[in-house]
């Protein structure tokens, strides 16, 4: 037997996936927590707080993950390390860390451990918004041809706004910063020794494209004369495509691992990004949808145009030949998460009384922006909203609003691609949320009135870190190939029912509010957000 190791690193967690490359059977799997999870109060220790909007992240928990995760997984699996034909990871993105020339990040020197620039910056750090509008507006005002290919707005949570706000916060920090990199390239470097780059997290994440690289010098100078040379003296413009090897295992890391030095490590990819060929999508009109605490929407097509409010276009960027579009919404798990806890009652519970009710039943209508609106208006200061309550509202009448409209905001992506030209003739579901909740995948089938099957794997970002770990292991000559005999569906398929009536009623309501709140017709969501802000100063 030979075995492909994925090791997909989630938001709180890592995990380790062995996989049968002759078939894509999983042979084993092991999970391991971040010791820190999210940091988002104060740093480590009897460290400093942190400000709303921080999300951070200690690189040290990704190594104890490798350390704790592979081999529990390799010894439950039975494959001999020798049967291993190569390593693959995927990652949060843009998930980013400064370091020194070696690799050493700034947060363990000791006179940097108490900076909070110092550490890694979570994809879901958001703090970066005053830099980010001042990247847009630039870039607007100077005509610069990359902004078209992110929907016309970098997001807050990409790479050069958190780079930019390290210089304008920390200056000091962004000078001792001899590398400013991803973290999914960071481990790859700690698992070979070799530093290297992925083409598919600059080109989402760092406004690269293969055609045109980095936006010029001049751009970056605009911004500020410190920023100019950012590219040249603290990243990288030699970039691997995805599958490329990297580098092979080292001795210290086959020691973590219990693999064999020299073990082949492909190029790092991102979470989402790796998912589409494991669900087995390697063409365009079929949309993948990621759904774990935030949703993730991939789409494949032929020729590249313009989207409204998309996270980013790339050529070659998910599957060789075609470009690769990414939208997303910020909050999906989170969302539920959220009200569950607050209520005290199971997702379980509230999804049966929910499933009762009919659409427009409980006169409820919500904005799923409560982590910010990614796609398709790219703004991380909106918030959430529910219109409609009453002394008699519910709690279940609550929980199905919120499933309802995070379904009205994936049809928000689905049109614009739509219109763009893109078509979407099905939608394949993958992550966390669909085993678990199959009342939200029946909503999203009527909201969408597409067919939605199901991932074969319930770890579809390991099993396609797996896949591409065995193409730059020699055991496929194309991702293709690896997903016709790895990549799997389930039998479960959502089809749409009859509410798709009265769902259309409720979407044109939902984009009356999308609108008004989100297109700057009203701004009290801004409004109250300053108002909060100004409060915590004098606090």
Same mark, same amino acid.
């Given at each position: 037997?030979?075995?492909?190791?994925?090791?997909?690193?989630?938001?709180?967690?890592?995990?380790?996936? &062995?996989? !049968?490359?002759? !078939?894509?059977?999983?042979?084993?799997?092991?999970?391991?927590?971040?010791?820190?999870?999210?940091?988002?109060?104060?740093?480590?220790?009897?460290?400093?707080?942190?400000?709303?909007?921080?999300?951070?992240?200690?690189?040290?928990?990704?190594?104890?993950?490798?350390?704790?995760?592979?081999?529990?997984?390799?010894?439950?699996?039975?494959?001999?390390?020798?049967?291993?034909?190569?390593?693959?990871?995927?990652?949060?993105?843009?998930?980013?860390?400064?370091?020194?020339?070696?690799?050493?990040?700034?947060?363990?020197?000791?006179?940097?451990?108490?900076?909070?620039?110092?550490?890694?910056?979570?994809?879901?750090?958001?703090?970066?918004?005053?830099?980010?509008? @001042?990247?847009?507006? &630039?870039?607007?005002?100077? !005509?610069?041809?990359?902004?078209?290919?992110?929907?016309?707005?970098?997001?807050?949570?990409?790479?050069?706004?958190?780079?930019?706000?390290?210089?304008?916060?920390?200056?000091?920090?962004?000078?001792?910063?001899? @590398?400013?990199?991803?973290?999914?390239?960071?481990?790859?470097?700690?698992?070979?020794?070799?530093?290297?780059?992925?083409?598919?997290?600059?080109?989402?994440?760092?406004?690269?494209?293969? @055609?045109?690289?980095?936006?010029?010098?001049?751009?970056?100078?605009?911004?500020?004369?410190?920023?100019?040379?950012?590219?040249?003296?603290?990243?990288?413009?030699? &970039?691997?495509?995805?599958?490329?090897?990297?580098?092979?295992?080292?001795?210290?890391?086959?020691?973590?691992?219990?693999?064999?030095?020299?073990?082949?490590?492909?190029?790092?990819?991102?979470?989402?990004?790796?998912?589409?060929?494991?669900?087995?999508?390697?063409?365009?009109?079929? &949309?993948?949808?990621?759904?774990?605490?935030?949703?993730?929407?991939?789409?494949?097509?032929?020729?590249?145009?313009?989207?409204?409010?998309?996270?980013?276009?790339?050529?070659?960027?998910?599957?060789?030949?075609?470009?690769?579009?990414?939208?997303?919404?910020?909050?999906?798990?989170?969302?539920?998460?959220?009200?569950?806890?607050?209520?005290?009652?199971?997702?379980?519970?509230?999804?049966?009384?929910?499933?009762?009710?009919?659409?427009?039943?409980?006169?409820?209508?919500?904005?799923?922006?409560?982590?910010?609106?990614?796609?398709?208006?790219?703004?991380?200061?909106?918030?959430?909203?529910?219109?409609?309550?009453?002394?008699?509202?519910?709690?279940?009448?609550?929980?199905?609003?919120?499933?309802?409209?995070?379904?009205?905001?994936?049809?928000?992506?689905? !049109?614009?691609?739509?219109?763009?030209?893109?078509?979407?003739?099905?939608?394949?579901?993958?992550?966390?949320?669909?085993?678990?909740?199959?009342?939200?995948?029946?909503?999203?089938?009527?909201?969408?009135?597409?067919?939605?099957?199901?991932?074969?794997?319930?770890?579809?970002?390991?099993?396609?870190?797996?896949?591409?770990?065995?193409?730059?292991?020699?055991?496929?000559?194309?991702?293709?190939?690896?997903?016709?005999?790895?990549?799997?569906?389930?039998?479960?398929?959502?089809?749409?029912?009859?509410?798709?009536?009265?769902?259309?009623?409720?979407?044109?309501?939902?984009?009356?509010?999308?609108?008004?709140?989100?297109?700057?017709?009203?701004?009290?969501?801004?409004?109250? @957000?300053?108002?909060?802000?100004?409060?915590?100063?004098?606090?």
């Amino acid at each position: 037997m030979k075995a492909a190791l994925g090791i997909d690193f989630g938001t709180e967690s890592a995990r380790a996936l &062995l996989v !049968d490359v002759a !078939d894509g059977r999983e042979l084993a799997t092991a999970v391991h927590a971040y010791d820190h999870g999210v940091i988002d109060e104060r740093l480590p220790g009897d460290g400093v707080a942190l400000a709303d909007d921080w999300a951070l992240q200690d690189p040290d928990d990704y190594l104890r993950a490798v350390q704790g995760a592979v081999p529990r997984a390799l010894a439950a699996s039975g494959v001999r390390p020798e049967d291993v034909v190569g390593v693959g990871i995927d990652f949060t993105s843009c998930t980013m860390l400064p370091t020194l020339r070696d690799g050493t990040p700034l947060c363990k020197l000791p006179s940097l451990r108490r900076h909070p620039h110092a550490w890694v910056k979570l994809w879901k750090h958001h703090a970066a918004q005053p830099e980010a509008d @001042r990247i847009n507006a &630039l870039a607007a005002e100077r !005509d610069e041809p990359w902004l078209a290919r992110y929907g016309g707005k970098i997001s807050s949570e990409w790479f050069f706004p958190k780079a930019l706000q390290i210089l304008d916060e920390a200056p000091a920090v962004y000078e001792r910063a001899e @590398r400013l990199l991803e973290a999914c390239d960071w481990v790859v470097w700690q698992l070979t020794g070799v530093e290297s780059r992925n083409a598919c997290a600059a080109g989402y994440k760092a406004m690269w494209s293969k @055609r045109d690289g980095f936006p010029p010098s001049s751009y970056f100078a605009a911004l500020d004369r410190r920023f100019e040379q950012v590219v040249d003296e603290k990243m990288s413009t030699r &970039l691997l495509p995805p599958g490329a090897r990297a580098g092979a295992l080292s001795e210290a890391a086959a020691s973590w691992t219990t693999l064999l030095p020299g073990t082949p490590v492909a190029a790092a990819n991102l979470d989402f990004h790796a998912s589409v060929p494991a669900a087995t999508v390697t063409q365009p009109g079929t &949309l993948v949808m990621i759904m774990g605490t935030s949703n993730g929407l991939m789409l494949l097509g032929d020729e590249l145009v313009d989207v409204e409010g998309m996270c980013g276009v790339v050529e070659d960027g998910v599957l060789p030949g075609l470009f690769g579009y990414e939208a997303g919404q910020s909050g999906l798990g989170d969302v539920f998460g959220w009200f569950v806890r607050g209520f005290g009652e199971s997702h379980d519970a509230l999804a049966a009384k929910a499933a009762t009710l009919r659409p427009g039943e409980s006169g409820l209508l919500a904005l799923d922006w409560l982590n910010g609106n990614r796609s398709v208006l790219v703004d991380a200061e909106l918030s959430g909203l529910v219109v409609g309550l009453t002394l008699a509202t519910t709690p279940a009448e609550i929980y199905r609003a919120l499933l309802e409209a995070t379904a009205f905001g994936t049809r928000v992506v689905v !049109d614009g691609f739509e219109r763009a030209g893109l078509p979407v003739e099905r939608i394949v579901a993958c992550g966390g949320v669909p085993d678990r909740n199959p009342l939200l995948m029946q909503i999203f089938a009527d909201v969408t009135g597409r067919t939605i099957s199901v991932a074969g794997s319930a770890q579809t970002p390991a099993l396609g870190a797996a896949m591409w770990g065995a193409v730059a292991g020699g055991a496929f000559s194309t991702i293709t190939l690896a997903a016709e005999q790895m990549a799997h569906l389930r039998d479960t398929v959502y089809r749409p029912s009859g509410g798709r009536g009265a769902y259309d009623a409720l979407y044109a309501e939902y984009l009356r509010l999308h609108d008004l709140f989100g297109r700057g017709g009203d701004d009290a969501m801004r409004n109250l @957000r300053r108002l909060r802000a100004a409060v915590a100063d004098v606090s």
